[in-house]
């Protein structure tokens, strides 16, 4: 009786999940409307709450298997269909086939980059992640069409340049390249009276253009992994832009112990060999 009472899912965090899995779905519906501005909107909105539900499941020790599946679906709707589609309703539908396939690159592209990650928790670098998180790449295509708006640009008249932003968006979420995820940045630590100042700057410029800001920095921060790779490495090669996760040793944790290194290679020969 008691193991049935037990039996549930934590409210909080997926009611965060919960809500920005309705922001994602909004901003599909305000793009069949035409109110594209309104769908740009929702697709950040959906980046804070996909930002707290782990925090906050974190900080209330609810985790659980049920809501980490429940996340990666809502990130599918949310960062995948959602961008895809408003970007298409602005600025692709008019562009035939090609328009479609660009928003099929971009959500196929998601939906890759998603599963490359739930196979990747616990094994890669939590200080890089493999490829533009889908948020990120999310973030630069729904800007893209807020900045449109804001400047009543007809995504119609720039087909091909959303076709190209939209479809890099997408590629660059199953490339190998590095960006940074910000993960080992000591939030709890102090930091100088000048880093409040900053802080507080940087949310007047955003008050003042938030289209045109949150495009750039994001836009910016696309633009990094690839600039970053390149700089890095002696020699481009294949694997340092696409190619099999598994055996790029740069996003293997590393602290990793010798004996949790032959561990994972029994677990992986055992898994190849079913």
């Known amino acids: 009786m008691s193991e049935h009472k037990r039996k549930g899912i934590y409210l909080l965090p997926n009611l965060l999940t919960t809500a920005g ?15 594209f501005e ?23 020790n609810t985790q659980s298997d049920f809501g980490a599946e429940f996340d990666s679906m809502a990130d599918m709707v949310s960062f995948g269909v959602a ?21 099929f690159i971009y959500v196929a592209g998601a939906a890759l980059r998603l599963a490359r990650f739930n196979t ?19 973030a630069v295509t729904a800007g893209l069409v807020w900045v449109g708006v804001e400047y009543d640009i007809n995504g119609n008249d720039y087909g091909i340049i959303v076709a190209l932003v ?13 960006y940074n995820s910000f993960k080992e940045v000591d939030w709890h630590g ?4 000048v880093g409040l100042l900053v802080v507080l700057m940087a949310f007047i410029v955003v008050a ?9 920095v994001f836009a910016l921060y696309a633009l990094a992994g690839p600039i970053n790779t390149f700089r890095t490495v002696d020699k481009v090669t294949l694997n340092d832009v696409v190619g099999d996760h598994e055996e790029d040793a740069d996003f293997e944790q590393q602290d990793a112990k010798p004996e949790d290194a032959e561990e994972k290679k029994n677990t992986t020969d055992s898994a190849e060999n079913k």
């Open 38 to 60: 309104a769908a740009a909107v929702a697709v950040f909105v959906a980046m804070i709450f996909d930002g707290l539900d782990g925090r906050v499941a974190r900080m209330t």
């Open 190 to 193: 102090k930091v100088p009276f």
């Open 83 to 103: 961008p895809a589609l408003v970007a298409y309703n602005w600025g692709l539908s008019e562009l035939g086939k090609l328009g479609w396939l660009a928003a």
């Open 21 to 35: 899995l309705f922001s994602g779905f909004f901003a599909v519906v305000s793009s069949m409307n035409g109110r």
């Open 166 to 178: 939209t479809s890099i968006a997408g590629l660059l979420m199953v490339s190998n390249f590095k």
């Open 120 to 138: 990747q928790v616990g094994i890669a670098d939590k200080r890089f992640f493999q490829g533009l998180a889908s948020p990120a790449s999310a």
């Open 208 to 216: 003042t253009e938030p289209a045109l800001v949150l495009f750039i």
